[in-house]
């Protein structure tokens, strides 16, 4: 396999001066600007900090922000280009209200109209069919402060079970496993860690696309020379630099870690003293792998033997090592149960409470890690409180000044409220960022079901497509029009700040809910002033949480670069790493094995499906494209969704790249061009999912969920591949410089 230039300074070299280097006069030195805001980027959950120049009220630019510790200055397309979404001339300023007589379907009205109709629509649905007849959906790039209110707001003034959120596609699978195993859900090192391991095992996760600053902390690591295994089954950009690349067909991964621990055992690489004195249940873990020789795994994988003995090694003798993981782990109908065999990994050589050391979830969205502990999921009440616990619904009760049985009991997962709405048991729903229409699996599913919906309001600040679906479009605010704090992947609380007010009569999301709450007659619970004020709550509903917050100012998070929660009373330095010298988060200081049996997935190849599709991002784009498809220079880089093969598939089909292909699963059918590369398994082709309809890479996705999370399994899916009519000149600037020989065997 050909190999790049790893270090920084080779790239330097190579590719001319460090990125950190501003040119004279700065980056933008021809915008004129009056001042800068430091803030955060809005997009993925590595939160760089950033520093946005604004001219009255518009954001210009920006500038790289060199002081924070996190990015040091860096930033990938996406933050680099944000900035340029607030001018599209989409952006919602005032309050729509469906109207089939108006041109755009839609035709504007004041907040007055819009929010007493949401509120009388609330009224005559929950009179109607009950309350829990509502249901609300919520996002992650929502700050801490907003994903706090909704969880609230849904409880105690639209007084439903039913409110779940985005993450719930994103990081569940990782959440439960870490709160099973280890206690706590957090990736359980600062970043500074990874440059401090022997060996990083990155598994299912496209480091260099879709948590691009965490690359350089693995070149950092390179460096020192640690030795990098990948597990994808796409030869990802960073998957070119490792030492042991494992191209494991989709939906194998527990039986790849099932393999690797089998020949950790068999070897006696096992760090007993750990495993004896920090852990429980090591036998029935050792127990469920005993038949995963390396014959075994090789077969079900497709992964040959000794490159799985080869990672075994490297990960069962080194001193230190980190183990990152993303969606390729966890989005899986058994995402639950892979992420256990990593951690199993962890456990069983003791990596984990020392420098260097470390089972980690690169966590996804923007606020993904904090969206997850402030009460909106399903199943959940702030500081990571369980809904169904008597003590922490009496404490969230206390602090909320709410009769303990005003708050109602755990609702729907957002899948299952999609399928309550088709089902008709679910009759009105507001959402508020989140684009289940392209986000969600099976999208013609989802489409039949918001068309059954008597009443759907959202607020978002473009008309997406799921809004396109809503009775009501409530204009809410960029990232950059509010402030509040964010949770990066690290577990570190950052503070966002305002940077511009939001345009038109556009309103804070904060105070739209808030003035729906009074309408509602709920108003007592929402008397906040400001977000600062709903931030002095959350931090008190977080104490005594696994995720406490209680002993944070936003003064201290500024003026401390960020502090790594828990951080339980005032004056405590936060928590970078998590369970120092082997004390892990359940009561008895003990971690907890689980037994991983390899099954397949939900859905497996046949003679009429030979292929596995998989699913996921290109560094271009976020997520359902609301935002980055509206971004010019992004969309330049990666306009369309291209169907990526290896060359003997396209070999089999008579296909080249930009010819289109027909790609057909037991939910839908696609065209779209094919993209020819080597980096890829013949029998696996992936298509990246941001765009909607014809277009929507959903279309094909399979409903199936996992028991424990119910997350989807976007990842593996049976497709067939033909060639349809018509070639088209495809563009991906993404490979054009990373363009290698790379082979798959
Ligand atoms: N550019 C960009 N960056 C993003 C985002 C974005 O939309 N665009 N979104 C953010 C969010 S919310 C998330 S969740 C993260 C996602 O970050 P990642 O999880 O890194 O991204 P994905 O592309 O979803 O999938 C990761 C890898 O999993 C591999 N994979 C597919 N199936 C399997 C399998 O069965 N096993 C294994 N081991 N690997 C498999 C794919 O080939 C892919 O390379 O990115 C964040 N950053
Ligand atoms: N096939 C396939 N599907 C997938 C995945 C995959 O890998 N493959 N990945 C899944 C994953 S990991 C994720 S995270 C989901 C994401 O799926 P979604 O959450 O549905 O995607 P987003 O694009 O984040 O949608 C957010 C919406 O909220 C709006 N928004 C953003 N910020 C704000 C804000 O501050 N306020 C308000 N009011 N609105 C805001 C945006 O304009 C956008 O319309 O997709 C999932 N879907
Ligand atoms: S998208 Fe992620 S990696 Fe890129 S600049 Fe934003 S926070 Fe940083
Ligand atoms: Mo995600």
Redesign the pocket.
């Known amino acids: 396999m050909a190999r790049l230039p790893v270090s920084e300074e080779a790239l330097i070299q190579r590719y001319g001066p460090h990125l950190n280097e501003a040119p004279p006069g700065g980056w933008d030195a021809a915008v004129d600007f009056d001042r800068q805001v430091r803030t955060h980027c809005?997009f993925c959950g590595q939160q760089c900090g950033i520093k946005l120049k604004v001219k009255g009220t518009e954001v210009v630019g920006f500038e790289p922000w060199y002081d924070f510790p996190f990015n040091e200055g860096k930033l990938c397309p996406k933050g680099v280009k944000r900035y340029l979404q607030g001018a599209h001339p989409d952006r919602l300023l005032e309050p729509l209200g469906r109207d089939p007589g108006a041109a755009a379907g839609f035709s504007s009205m004041s907040w007055d109209q819009a929010l007493d109709r949401v509120v009388s629509e609330i009224g005559r649905i929950q009179d109607s069919y009950g309350k829990d007849a509502f249901a609300m959906l919520s996002?992650?790039?929502?700050?801490n402060e907003?994903s706090y209110l909704v969880g609230k707001f849904a409880r105690l003034a639209l007084q439903t079970a039913n409110l779940d959120y985005?993450?719930r596609?994103?990081?569940v699978s990782a959440g439960v496993a870490n709160k099973r195993a280890l206690g706590m859900d957090r990736a359980p090192n600062p970043w500074s860690d990874i440059p401090l391991a022997d060996v990083v095992f990155v598994a299912g996760a496209n480091v260099a696309e879709c948590a691009p600053i965490t690359t350089s902390y693995i070149w950092r690591a390179r460096d020192r020379g640690a030795k990098l295994i990948v597990a994808d089954p796409r030869v990802t950009p960073l998957a070119r630099t490792a030492d042991v690349f494992l191209g494991l067909r989709p939906g194998t991964d527990s039986a790849l870690m099932g393999t690797i621990l089998h020949v950790i055992i068999e070897n006696g690489w096992v760090d007993r003293g750990f495993v004896d004195a920090h852990t429980i249940d090591f036998g029935a873990a050792a127990e469920a792998v005993q038949h995963c020789s390396p014959s075994w795994g090789a077969t079900v994988t497709g992964v040959p033997a000794d490159r799985i003995v080869e990672a075994a090694r490297l990960w069962g003798t080194s001193e230190t090592g980190m183990l990152l993981h993303a969606?390729g782990i966890e989005?899986h109908s058994k995402g639950v149960e892979n992420v256990w065999s990593c951690i199993n990994l962890g456990l069983a050589t003791g990596k984990y409470g020392r420098p260097g050391c470390g089972v980690a979830t690169i966590t996804?969205?923007?606020n993904?890690q904090g969206g997850r502990e402030q009460g909106h999921k399903c199943d959940q009440l702030p500081g990571n409180r369980d809904i169904t616990n008597p003590e922490h619904r009496a404490y969230v009760a206390s602090v909320w000044g709410c009769d303990v049985d005003e708050i109602p009991g755990k609702g729907l997962s957002a899948e299952e409220i999609v399928e309550a709405i088709h089902d008709g048991k679910i009759r009105g729903l507001l959402s508020?960022?989140?684009?289940?229409?392209?986000?969600?699996?099976d999208s013609r599913f989802t489409a039949e079901a918001l068309g059954k919906l008597e009443f759907f309001a959202v607020?978002?600040?473009?008309l997406?497509?799921?809004?396109q679906h809503a009775d009501i479009v409530l204009p809410?605010?960029?990232?950059e029009e509010?402030e509040g704090t964010s949770t990066s992947v690290e577990g570190r609380a950052i503070k966002i700040n305002q940077a511009i007010p939001p345009p038109g009569s556009a309103r804070l999301?904060w105070e739209i809910l808030i003035d729906l709450a009074d309408r509602l007659g709920r108003g007592q619970y929402f008397q906040f002033g400001s977000t600062h004020e709903i931030f002095d709550e959350m931090r008190v509903a977080s104490r005594g949480g696994t995720a406490d917050y209680y002993g944070m100012t936003w003064e201290r998070i500024e003026a401390e670069d960020g502090i790594f929660w828990p951080c339980p009373e005032a004056g405590h330095p936060g928590t970078p790493r998590l369970y120092e010298g082997g004390r892990f988060a359940h009561p008895d200081g003990k971690a907890r094995f689980n037994p991983v049996r390899h099954r397949p997935p939900a859905e497996v190849t046949d003679d009429e499906y030979p292929l596995w599709l998989t699913?996921?991002?290109v560094v271009s784009q976020?997520?359902?494209?609301?935002?980055t498809r509206r971004i010019g220079p992004l969309v330049e880089q990666y306009p369309e969704p291209l169907c990526e093969m290896h060359p003997r598939l396209a070999g089999t089909l008579g296909v080249a790249t930009g010819d289109i292909v027909r790609v057909s699963s037991r939910r839908g059918t696609m065209e779209l061009p094919a993209r020819v590369v080597e980096t890829i398994r013949p029998d696996t082709v992936f298509?990246?999912?941001?765009w909607p309809g014809a277009k929507?890479?959903?279309q094909?996705?399979n409903r199936a969920l996992d028991p424990l999370s119910r997350i989807?399994e976007?990842?593996v899916s049976a497709v067939r591949v033909e060639r349809a009519q018509g070639h088209v000149q495809v563009r991906d600037r993404r490979v054009t410089a990373l363009q290698t020989e790379a082979e798959l065997r």
């Open positions: 809005c996002g992650v790039s929502l700050t907003k985005n993450g596609l994103c990081m969606r989005h996804g969205q923007g993904g508020i960022c989140f684009n289940p229409l392209v986000s969600l699996p607020i978002d600040f473009f997406s497509e799921t809004a809410g605010s960029l990232h509010d999301d699913t996921g991002r976020y997520l359902s494209g609301t935002q298509i990246p999912y941001h929507a890479a959903n094909l996705t989807p976007y990842k």
